[in-house]
């Protein structure tokens, strides 16, 4: 797995009010494009960063987010 970031968990009932929007869509729309983006993704335990610890992570409902390897 290879780890891409820390965004607050897709998978809580509350969590399309955390996603980034962009400057010319709404909520909903943001919400949905997050999930296509999810798709194919797996859901894990965040990465630590230089200002918060995996703990102060998970505290905040932040998950990972990790994109499957490729295999050749």
């Keep these: 797995m290879r780890w891409l970031t820390n965004l607050y968990d897709p998978r809580l009932p509350d969590a399309s009010q955390h996603v980034v929007l962009r400057y010319d869509e709404s909520s ?11 798709k194919d993704k797996i ?20 998950v990972g987010v990790y994109a499957r390897e490729e295999r050749p």
């Design 43 to 62: 859901i894990a335990e965040p990465k630590a960063t230089p200002s918060y610890t995996v703990e102060q992570l998970q505290a905040m409902k932040m």
């Design 28 to 38: 909903w729309d943001g919400w949905d494009r997050q999930k296509e983006w999810l």
